[in-house]
C-alpha cells in the first residue's frame, strides 16, 4: 500500500506539470500569434489544407524539424516580411590584405671579382644610384688580369704566324692557344667588347674597367677607391626596380578564394587616388602560425620607379567565379551546424527548407536545397524562425493529446521526482554560476564579474580582471567583448571595453532571460590574441517559488 500510495502521488504531480507546461506554452503561443496578426492559427491551417490544389502541401513538421508558418498579408506588413527569387548569377570575391613592397627577387645582381686586384677609380660611388647595362661602375687594376692580356695579344700574333704553316697540327696548335687565352679572359669578367678593343689597340690596359649587368639601382656597395678586393668580397648589388612584388598577407579562411592569375589593385599612401594593377603570381606554401595568415605574391609593372621597396600598401584581390544561385545573406539562419532559409509556397505560406551554402561577402552560393526562379525570405527570419517553431511544437502537443499519458508503477519508480527536492528543466541546476567566473590561459588569468550580479534581462556592466602569472594586472591590453545567446539567427554583439579602477568594463544589453555567451578577446601587449568564452545567467530562469511548486 506505501509503494501505490508513492506510485500514486508520483503520478498525480507529474500530469500536474504536464498540464501546467501545456497551459503556459498555449499562452505563450496564442499571444504570440494574436499580436502578428493571426489569432487562430489551428483553424487556419486546418482551412489551408482543405483548400483546392494545397493537397499535396506539407504542413507539418519537416526534416528541419520545423513547420511551415502562415503569413497574413497584414503579417506579413506588420513584420517586414520581403521576398526575393533565386537567381544564377556570376559571382566575384573581393578580398582585402595589407601588404609591402619588395624587390623582384629575379632581378637582382651581385657584383664580385674573380680576380685580386685594386679599385683604381669609382664611377658609380653611392647607395641608390641608378645605372644602365654595360654602364662602368669601376676600374680595376689587377696583376694576374695584366699577365693574361699579354698572353692573349701573344696568342694572337703566334696564331696569326702560325697559320701560314703548310702543318694542320702547327696551324691548330696556334688555335688553341688563342682560344684558351680568350676564355681565360671570359672567365675573369671581360666583355667580348672588351676583349675586341684589347685586339685593335694591340697592348693590354693597366686597369680593366668593370660594367653593370643589368638596368637598376644600387642597392648595396661596399668598394671604395684604392680597395684592395678579393674574390669572395661583394662590391655592389643592383636590383631592377622596373618589376616589384607586393607581398600581401592573407588570413587563411579567405585563401580559397584566390587563385594564381587573380587581378590586384594595389594603392599606396604616396599616391593617393592612384591604382597599380598587377596579378597574383605565387601563394606560400606555409601559414605563419602568430597571424594565422598566407603570404601571397603579387607582380606588377614599376616604369616610373613610384613603388619603393618597404612601402606599405593597401591590395584587393579579386576572384571570378562561374554561375551559381545566389542569395542575399540575410536569408540565411546559419547556426553553424545547418543552414536554413524560408520558401514561399503561396498561399500565405512560407516553410523551413535546409540548405548547403558557402558564404561569398554579403551573399551565399547555393550548392543544394534550392533552385533557380524558387522565392525565399530576405528580411523578418528571426521572426518567421520563431513562429515556424512554435507551429511544429503546436502539432507535437495536438498528435500526442494529454489524455494517452500513462505511467506505470514500474517507470514511476525509477524517476526521482519527491516534493523535497525535484526541480524542473530551467532551474538552477546545471546552471552558470552566479557569481565571478576565473579562467586561466596560459601565464594569464581572466577573472569575469557583473554589475549587478548575478546578470539581468537588460542592461549590465561585464567587468574584466587580467592578471599575469605573478597575479599583476596587466592595464595595457586591449579587450573585446562580445556576448550573443546561442540560437539560429542571433549574432554576436561586440562591445570595447575599457580600463577603468582596476578592470576592464563593457556594457552589455541582454535582451532577455537565459544563458549569455560571453566571449572576451584580450591582446596583451606583443604576445598573441587570447580568446576565452564564459557562460552567464541572466534573470531568474527557474520555477522555483511559482505559486504550487
Same mark, same amino acid.
Given at each position: ?34 499580436a ?9 491551417m ?6 483546392? %490544389?494545397? @493537397?499535396?502541401?506539407?504542413?507539418? &513538421?519537416?526534416? #528541419?524539424?520545423?513547420? /511551415?508558418?502562415? +503569413?497574413s498579408? =497584414? ?25 609591402r ?9 651581385q ?9 683604381e ?6 647607395? %641608390?644610384? @641608378?645605372?644602365?647595362?654595360?654602364? &662602368?661602375?669601376? #676600374?680595376?687594376?689587377? /696583376?694576374?688580369? +695584366?699577365?693574361? =692580356?699579354q ?52 697592348e ?60 590586384a ?76 532559409v ?37 528580411s ?163 520555477m ?6
Amino acid at each position: 500500500m506505501k509503494i501505490f500510495h508513492h506510485a500514486s502521488k508520483r503520478t498525480t504531480l507529474a500530469i500536474a506539470l504536464l498540464t501546467l507546461t501545456a497551459a503556459l506554452f498555449s499562452t505563450f503561443y496564442l499571444t504570440q500569434n494574436r499580436a502578428l496578426g493571426n489569432p487562430n492559427p489551428g483553424a487556419r491551417m486546418k482551412e489551408m489544407k482543405g483548400m483546392p %490544389g494545397m @493537397e499535396g502541401m506539407e504542413m507539418g &513538421p519537416n526534416e #528541419t524539424g520545423q513547420a /511551415p508558418a502562415m +503569413l497574413s498579408p =497584414q503579417k506579413k506588413q506588420l513584420i517586414g516580411v520581403k521576398v526575393a527569387e533565386v537567381e544564377e548569377k556570376e559571382t566575384e570575391r573581393v578580398i582585402r590584405a595589407v601588404g609591402r613592397v619588395a624587390y623582384d627577387e629575379r632581378r637582382l645582381a651581385q657584383i664580385t671579382l674573380k680576380v685580386e686586384g685594386w679599385i683604381e677609380k669609382l664611377f658609380v660611388n653611392f647607395t %641608390g644610384q @641608378e645605372v644602365r647595362k654595360g654602364e &662602368p661602375l669601376f #676600374t680595376l687594376y689587377s /696583376p694576374d688580369l +695584366l699577365a693574361t =692580356q699579354q698572353e692573349y695579344l701573344l696568342a694572337k700574333r703566334s696564331q696569326k704566324k702560325l697559320s701560314a704553316s703548310p702543318i694542320a697540327d702547327v696551324r691548330e696548335t696556334g688555335n688553341v692557344l688563342l682560344d684558351s687565352a680568350r676564355k681565360r679572359l671570359l672567365l675573369w669578367g671581360i666583355s667580348e667588347g672588351q676583349i675586341q678593343a684589347l685586339e685593335k689597340r694591340g697592348e693590354p690596359q693597366t686597369a680593366m674597367t668593370m660594367t653593370s649587368p643589368i638596368d637598376g639601382v644600387v642597392i648595396k656597395r661596399e668598394g671604395t677607391q684604392g680597395m684592395r678586393v678579393t674574390p669572395e668580397r661583394t662590391l655592389y648589388e643592383i636590383a631592377d626596380l622596373s618589376t616589384v612584388w607586393i607581398l600581401a598577407d592573407v588570413y587563411e579562411s579567405e585563401l580559397s578564394f584566390i587563385k594564381k592569375g587573380a587581378d590586384a589593385n594595389v594603392t599606396v599612401a604616396a599616391y593617393p587616388g592612384e591604382v597599380f594593377k598587377g596579378k597574383v603570381a605565387f601563394i606560400d606554401s606555409f601559414l605563419n602560425p602568430q597571424t594565422r595568415t598566407v603570404q601571397v605574391r603579387i607582380e606588377l609593372p614599376n616604369p616610373d620607379l613610384k613603388l619603393k621597396p618597404q612601402m606599405f600598401a593597401d591590395v584587393e584581390l579579386t576572384s571570378h567565379f562561374e554561375k551559381g544561385l545566389l542569395i542575399p545573406e540575410s536569408a540565411v539562419l546559419d547556426s553553424g551546424i545547418r543552414q536554413i532559409v524560408f520558401v514561399d509556397q503561396g498561399m500565405e505560406t512560407v516553410a523551413p527548407r535546409e540548405i548547403t551554402a558557402r558564404r561569398i561577402g554579403a551573399h551565399y552560393i547555393v550548392q543544394t536545397g534550392l533552385t533557380a526562379g524558387e522565392k525565399i525570405v530576405t528580411s523578418a527570419n528571426f521572426l518567421i524562425d520563431s513562429e515556424s517553431k512554435l507551429m511544429a511544437s503546436a502539432n507535437m502537443m495536438g498528435s500526442l493529446g494529454m489524455a494517452g499519458i500513462r505511467m506505470e508503477q514500474a517507470q514511476m519508480g525509477e524517476m526521482d521526482m519527491n516534493m523535497d527536492g525535484m526541480k524542473m528543466k530551467g532551474t538552477r541546476e546545471g546552471k552558470p554560476a552566479a557569481g565571478s567566473q576565473t579562467k586561466k590561459k596560459g601565464e594569464v588569468t581572466l577573472t569575469l564579474t557583473t554589475k549587478p550580479s548575478p546578470p539581468v534581462d537588460g542592461e549590465n556592466t561585464l567587468q574584466l580582471i587580467v592578471t599575469d602569472a605573478a597575479g599583476k594586472p596587466i592595464d595595457n591590453a586591449k579587450v573585446l567583448f562580445s556576448y550573443t545567446m546561442a540560437m539560429p539567427g542571433m549574432k554576436a554583439v561586440k562591445v570595447p571595453a575599457t580600463f577603468k579602477n582596476g578592470r576592464y568594463e563593457g556594457k552589455a544589453k541582454f535582451g532577455m532571460a537565459g544563458t549569455w555567451e560571453v566571449t572576451v578577446f584580450v591582446a596583451p601587449p606583443g604576445k598573441p590574441e587570447i580568446q576565452e568564452k564564459f557562460d552567464l545567467e541572466a534573470g531568474e530562469g527557474d520555477m522555483e517559488g511559482m505559486p504550487g511548486m
